[in-house]
């Protein structure tokens, strides 16, 4: 029987993200993975790194998101170190592009939000912000830049991150998924894989939307798929430096001149097909932000399923059960919080301390509540019709 220190499931950027820490931190360490590492969410995202929320309900992730932004630097350099290879990362900020008859109080609210989140958020002129991006709609009622925000190939760093977990002594194990939680009383022996036992002092669950499915994670990590679909264009005549952003739509530049545009969020299960109107709504916003893009080449169009949680927040701690640990959840975010999620896993899995408060993200708060409402005393859990995302997603 195989024995390691921990076993991660899933072998997306935040799995990698923890399996590295781990290992430098002196861990044997193994992920296994349903299909060859990086294949879904992190692959599917845009990039953006930023802790503005876009809903009220994702206010109480602020704090984490910003402690993961000011790690990314750092991050960056020990991945692309240990690698040998870029990520593209672009710590431009991000311009923020108001459309509406009532974008001078909107302007208002937005700076006074984010300021009061301890975000920076500077409002500009319309010709300012044309000066900076020439391709930004001259129609454009009202901008502001977030300087302090920034971009990352979420592609070239998933595989990096990988690739320097690998070098760092990682096993990964692609086709091979986890099925169960190995439990002995109290405690997380490890897991079982393709039928086989495999024993571990610590089992992390990082499988994003898929995470729900392995026996004995699920009253922990009630995550289900939010389907995004996106586009990513071409046009030599359009040239973008930073993240433009508006109410319908986001575009994320990349070093290789590519422009990726998204999202949308479909609750629609497992179903990663695009439709007409998806593509749709992204290209019209897209030249709505950018109308020189109306002549820009479609180069690919991808979709992928976020791991979505009943309250929006990320699901990172550890449960009842000694040993067993949950990382997911991360919704639109995963990529801006793979830092700090693999950060906080290695401090708990190492030290049984972390450095930031993390209560409200605790797999508990879901298993504890599915316990209330089968005694009787608690609510009956939100419907997908009451659990909306926020219009601008």
């Known amino acids: 029987m195989k024995t390691y220190d921990a076993v991660v499931a899933g072998a997306g950027l935040i799995g990698g993200s923890i399996a590295l820490e781990l290992a430098r931190a002196g861990l044997r360490v193994a992920v296994f993975d349903r299909q060859d590492p990086g294949r879904e969410a992190s692959r599917a995202a845009a990039g953006i790194l930023s802790p503005a ?50 974008a001078a109080r909107e302007l208002s609210t937005l700076v006074a939000l984010h300021r009061g989140l301890s975000l920076e958020c500077e409002p500009l002129r319309v010709a300012e912000a044309l000066e900076l991006e020439p391709a930004l709609s001259p129609d454009v009622a009202a901008t502001a830049l977030r300087p302090a925000e920034a971009a990352v190939d979420n592609r070239e760093l998933t595989r990096a991150a990988i690739e320097a977990a690998r070098r760092g002594g990682v096993e990964f194990c692609a086709g091979r998924s986890i099925e ?70 986001y575009l994320v530049p990349r070093n290789n001149g590519r422009i990726v545009a998204g999202s949308t969020v479909e609750y629609v299960g497992f179903e990663k097909g695009l439709t007409a109107g998806g593509i749709q709504g992204i290209l019209d916003a897209a030249i709505e932000v950018a109308p020189g893009l109306k002549n820009a080449a479609i180069v690919e169009t991808w979709s992928g399923l976020r791991p979505d949680t009943p309250d929006h927040l990320p699901i990172i701690g550890p449960t009842e059960i000694e040993g067993l640990v949950i990382a997911t959840g991360h919704f639109r975010s995963g990529i801006l919080l793979a830092p700090v999620t693999a950060k906080l896993i290695r401090e708990w899995v190492t030290e049984k301390r972390v450095s930031l408060d993390w209560e409200m993200f605790s797999p508990m708060r879901f298993a504890e509540a599915e316990a209330q409402r089968r005694s009787g005393t608690g609510p009956e859990p939100a419907s997908p019709q009451d659990r909306r995302a926020h219009p601008k997603l």
């Open 53 to 102: 929320p876009e809903s009220p309900s994702q206010i109480p992730m602020v704090t984490l998101g910003r402690t993961s932004l000011a790690l990314y630097p750092e991050f960056v350099r020990s991945v692309e170190e240990l690698s040998g290879q870029k990520v593209g990362y672009r710590p431009k900020g991000t311009l923020e592009a108001l459309f509406s008859r009532d």
């Open 180 to 249: 169960a939680i190995w439990r002995e009383g109290n405690r997380c022996a490890g897991v079982v894989a393709a039928g086989k036992r495999i024993a571990a002092g610590w089992a992390i669950i990082a499988a994003g939307c898929f995470s729900t499915a392995i026996d004995g994670a699920a009253a922990y990590a009630p995550v289900r798929p939010a389907r995004g679909q996106m586009v990513a264009l071409r046009s030599e005549r359009v040239k973008i430096e930073r993240v433009l952003w508006s109410e319908r739509v």
